[in-house]
């Protein structure tokens, strides 16, 4: 009798430890009703936030693949090339691990095709924070960015849904200083004024609606690139080898297309160019770009 009260206690709800992943799921059904009634025409939830020395977006979204391919795939170190290499400000990326340290060893340049030594280095140091049949966790850190940007974070978590899809939170955050707050400055008095991110603004009164703008409008457009990257990458991956670069390229570039006006920035044929020039230069092994900051030339999200 005394044995089956022991055992009954230990698995009540309040003895039983949280699990990996629990907080993510509760997430899910917090936000069920934004991720069905958006506009983004998809599952999709997203949200930024700005403090003085932080930008940070985070977003939430239910992708059709199974946690398993979505587990499988993400934890490997070389496919997050495959990944990254669609964002049009990412021009290399090559992955190492030559010190039991994971490495991917990234240039960030302009939207444009241009010369690799105008490139600025970026290495995110690579971690699976956590890897189970219910949970999936992946952090990139990078100390330094371009024009004074600093601790630049990638984090990926999954979950697997009821339905057999997965459910994602995918957060890009780095924090800048004077000289990225000039540069950021100048960036959205010039080329960059009419851009917008995804978040309603606070409307004043006697004022319409409009879409956030200024550095939130910024790190929601990159937050959105990187996800449409992992999606376009995981769509991909039941063709042939030989095909899904193409494929990849092709989808992310539709992708961004839905949402012309916060993510066009050129014509498919000129991103297409630029992007198999790209990957082959990477798989060729060419060198890295020079890593004096002096030499880089990059608008925050051009």
């Known amino acids: 009798m005394m044995l089956g009260l022991l055992l009954a206690g230990a698995w009540s709800p309040h003895a039983v430890a949280a699990l990996p992943g629990d907080a993510l799921q509760a997430r899910y059904v917090a936000l069920k009703s934004q991720l069905e009634n958006n506009a983004f025409h998809r599952p999709l939830y997203l949200e930024s936030n700005e403090t003085a020395e932080e930008l940070k977006g985070d977003l939430y979204a239910v992708m059709e693949e199974p946690f398993a391919?979505?587990?499988?795939?993400?934890?490997?170190?070389?496919?997050?090339?495959?990944?990254?290499?669609?964002?049009?400000?990412?021009?290399?990326?090559?992955?190492?691990?030559?010190t039991g340290a994971p490495t991917l060893l990234l240039t960030i340049?302009?939207?444009?095709?241009?010369?690799?030594?105008?490139?600025?280095?970026?290495?995110?140091?690579?971690?699976?924070?956590?890897?189970?049949?219910?949970?999936?966790?992946?952090?990139?850190?990078?100390?330094?960015?371009?024009?004074?940007?600093?601790?630049?974070?990638?984090?990926?978590?999954?979950?697997?849904?009821?339905?057999?899809?997965?459910?994602?939170?995918?957060?890009?955050?780095?924090?800048?200083?004077?000289?990225?707050?000039?540069?950021?400055?100048?960036?959205?008095?010039?080329?960059?004024?009419?851009?917008?991110?995804?978040?309603?603004?606070?409307?004043?009164?006697?004022?319409?609606?409009?879409?956030?703008?200024?550095?939130?409008?910024v790190v929601e457009r990159n937050t959105m690139r990187y996800y449409l990257a992992i999606e376009a990458y995981l769509g991909a991956l039941a063709a042939p080898p030989a095909e899904q670069l193409d494929l990849r390229l092709h989808r992310w570039f539709a992708a961004t297309e839905q949402y012309h006006r916060q993510l066009?920035?050129?014509?498919?044929?000129?991103?297409?160019?630029?992007?198999?020039?790209?990957?082959?230069?990477?798989?060729?092994?060419?060198?890295?770009?020079?890593?004096?900051?002096?030499?880089?030339?990059?608008?925050?999200?051009?």
């Open 69 to 98: 391919t979505v587990r499988q795939n993400l934890q490997a170190l070389d496919h997050w090339c495959d990944i990254l290499i669609l964002h049009l400000n990412v021009k290399s990326c090559r992955a190492v691990n030559n």
């Open 264 to 302: 066009h920035e050129i014509e498919e044929t000129e991103y297409l160019e630029m992007k198999h020039k790209e990957v082959l230069q990477q798989q060729t092994g060419k060198p890295h770009a020079s890593s004096d900051p002096a030499k880089a030339d990059i608008k925050p999200d051009k």
């Open 109 to 217: 340049g302009k939207k444009h095709d241009e010369p690799k030594e105008k490139a600025f280095p970026v290495a995110f140091a690579y971690r699976v924070a956590a890897s189970y049949p219910s949970y999936l966790r992946i952090r990139l850190h990078a100390d330094t960015g371009p024009f004074g940007t600093s601790n630049y974070q990638i984090a990926f978590d999954a979950v697997p849904l009821e339905s057999g899809r997965t459910f994602i939170h995918l957060a890009y955050s780095y924090d800048y200083g004077l000289a990225a707050r000039l540069a950021m400055k100048g960036y959205l008095t010039t080329v960059g004024s009419g851009k917008v991110g995804f978040s309603l603004a606070e409307a004043r009164p006697g004022s319409a609606t409009a879409l956030i703008g200024g550095v939130r409008g």
